[in-house]
T-cell receptor, first 113, second 109 residues
Framework: DTEVTQTPKHLVMGMTNKKSLKCEQH?????MYWYKQKAKKPPELMFV???????INESVPSRFSPECPNSSLLNLHLHALQPEDSALYLC????????????FGPGTRLTVL | RKEVEQDPGPFNVPEGATVAFNCTYS??????FFWYRQDCRKEPKLLMS???SGNEDGRFTAQLNRASQYISLLIRDSKLSDSATYLC??????????FGPGTRLSVLP
């Protein structure tokens, strides 16, 4: 089973709201990733968790706050977002960070009003 | 120079055609290479990993030239369902997976 699940599928929020995106995998993968993808652009890496520790933060604004409660779950907490943060947010996992294949979830399409 | 570059596209080809995509990467320490496809408004899905000796999966053939830092994907007998954006992905020393900008393919009836 190479499934990564994400909830919600769609999210509309105002600039003052607080919301969270959730990602789950049960493949025993120890690396999990958040990407942001704008229309007609490739995914851009935001965060990497390796063995439940944040290992890469690609200079993402603090209004995005990742959390890895355990090896199967990855959250992205959102607060005070801007309209330009509207995008598809993709979660991925891989066996570890040494070059193994990444498997992507279906994404959460976020609209910030 | 961007870390991973791809043919700008789009490619519009008739059904049954053979089409080739090219990708170059700038970091000579890169160790693993992949082709993903992404349908409109969907997530990227792994098409195939790319091995040093080259590899084939049905109608798809991937090649790696480490000396030229070049990766290719060949699709033979293209189908309508092959229409998608093809993303070249490079991983360096277990660090970030870096995506190329993608090449869009439209297979026409």
């Amino acid at each position: 089973d190479t499934e990564v699940t994400q909830t919600p599928k769609h999210l509309v929020m105002g600039m003052t709201n607080k919301k969270s995106l959730k990602c789950e995998q049960h493949m025993g993968h120890r690396a999990m990733y958040w990407y942001k993808q704008k229309a007609k652009k490739p995914p851009e890496l935001m965060f990497v968790y390796s063995y439940e520790k944040l290992s890469i933060n690609e200079s993402v604004p603090s209004r995005f706050s990742p959390e890895c409660p355990n090896s199967s779950l990855l959250n992205l907490h959102l607060h005070a977002l801007q309209p330009e943060d509207s995008a598809l947010y993709l979660c991925a996992s891989s066996q570890d960070r040494t070059g193994d294949t990444q498997y992507f979830g279906p994404g959460t399409r976020l609209t910030v009003l | 120079r961007k870390e991973v570059e791809q043919d700008p596209g789009p490619f519009n080809v008739p059904e049954g055609a053979t089409v080739a995509f090219n990708c170059t990467y700038s970091n000579s320490a890169s160790q693993s290479f992949f082709w993903y496809r992404q349908d409109c408004r969907k997530e990227p899905k792994l098409l195939m990993s790319v091995y040093s000796s080259g590899n084939e999966d049905g109608r798809f053939t991937a090649q790696l030239n480490r000396a030229s830092q070049y990766i290719s994907l060949l699709i033979r007998d293209s189908k309508l369902s092959d229409s998608a954006t093809y993303l070249c992905v490079v991983n360096t020393n277990g660090q970030n997976f870096v995506f190329g900008p993608g090449t869009r393919l439209s297979v026409l009836p």
